[in-house]
């Protein structure tokens, strides 16, 4: 099952304007049939997965997490 960017959003309660934002500069996982963006449940568990935080001891966000909003690989 493929998801809109508003099912999506709404799933995850952020705004549907971010997801096709973020999808557009190729900076989240996403599926495009055409010219339109859809996203899978796995889509949507990377993204929860990416974006959760753990506290550290320096208080920064995690190495791996753009400031931007997007993954870096690494």
């Given at each position: 099952?493929?998801?809109?960017?508003?099912?999506?959003?709404?799933?995850?309660?952020?705004?549907?304007?971010?997801?096709?934002?973020?999808?557009?500069?190729?900076?989240?996982?996403?599926?495009?049939?055409?010219?339109?963006?859809?996203?899978s449940?796995?889509?949507?568990?990377?993204?929860?997965?990416?974006?959760?935080?753990?506290?550290?001891?320096?208080?920064?966000?995690?190495?791996?997490?753009?400031?931007?909003?997007?993954?870096?690989?690494?």
């Amino acid at each position: 099952m493929l998801f809109t960017a508003d099912q999506a959003a709404a799933r995850l309660r952020i705004p549907p304007s971010w997801l096709r934002k973020k999808a557009a500069q190729g900076e989240i996982p996403h599926t495009r049939i055409g010219r339109h963006v859809r996203f899978s449940p796995d889509d949507l568990t990377e993204l929860i997965r990416h974006g959760s935080r753990r506290p550290s001891d320096s208080g920064k966000n995690s190495a791996s997490h753009d400031p931007d909003g997007g993954f870096r690989s690494g």
